[in-house]
């Protein structure tokens, strides 16, 4: 069973810094992986999706990269803003089969 | 450009109630459609999912249904509703196995 984690599970950081997010899998037989953003009480927001055959994917100051080999993404948050505070969420796409697996998330607090 | 909705956004039931949550999508045809639940202190976890008009899978056995009357239409039930079904209900579509897109969820409470 494809197990998806988080780390760390909360960040606080000052206005302006870069951050990096972890999110590491265990079956690395995977279809694509995705990040979503998650507002208090809201729905996902997709941020980025890499395909198995992508090594990363940029949207603005968001870089997400991904090591399927070893079973690992990471998402790079360029100078960050307090409008970036939220929680982040990690979800791998299997080979085969519709559900996502998604890790438990990523609460991020950046402070002005 | 494609638009999801879910109603209601909240929804406080007492035990033993009926439910219906409904999620529409506009703007693309033949969409494949997800029900997820996401519970205080745990994952996302995919309830059911539709590639098709009538056609639904479960993956998790449990005291909801689901059912899809039209294309772009997903309706998640149950007959008599438990206290560990309160969470947060997420709809997503998606075309094929590609980017999945969630609603604005509903909130539900079972009292």
């Known amino acids: 069973k494809q197990e998806v984690t988080q780390i760390p599970a909360a960040l606080s950081v000052p206005e302006g810094e870069n951050l990096v997010l972890n999110c590491s899998f265990t079956d690395s037989a995977i279809y694509n992986l995705q990040w979503f953003r998650q507002d208090p009480g809201k729905g996902l927001t997709s941020l980025l999706l890499i395909q198995s055959s992508q090594r990363e994917q940029t949207s603005g100051r968001l870089n997400a990269s991904l090591d399927k080999s070893s079973g690992r993404s990471t998402l790079y948050i360029a100078a960050s803003q307090p409008g970036d505070s939220a929680t982040y969420l990690c979800a791998v796409h299997p080979n085969s089969g519709y559900a996502l697996n998604f890790g438990k998330g990523t609460s991020l607090l950046v402070t002005p | 450009s494609q638009t999801i909705h879910q109603w209601p956004a909240t929804l406080v039931q007492p035990v033993g109630s009926p439910l219906s949550l409904e999620c529409t999508v506009e703007?693309?045809?033949?969409?494949?459609l997800y029900w997820y639940r996401q519970a205080a202190g745990r994952g996302l976890q995919l309830l059911f999912y539709s590639v098709g008009i009538g056609q639904i899978s479960s993956e998790v056995p449990q005291n909801l249904s689901a059912s899809r009357p039209q294309d772009r239409q997903f309706i998640l039930s149950s007959k008599k509703l438990l206290l560990s079904d309160s969470g947060f209900y997420l709809c997503?579509?998606?075309?094929?196995?590609?980017?999945?897109?969630f609603g604005p969820g509903t909130r539900l409470t079972v009292t």
């Open positions: 997503a579509w998606s075309t094929g196995a590609y980017e999945q897109y």
């Open positions: 703007g693309t045809s033949n969409p494949n």
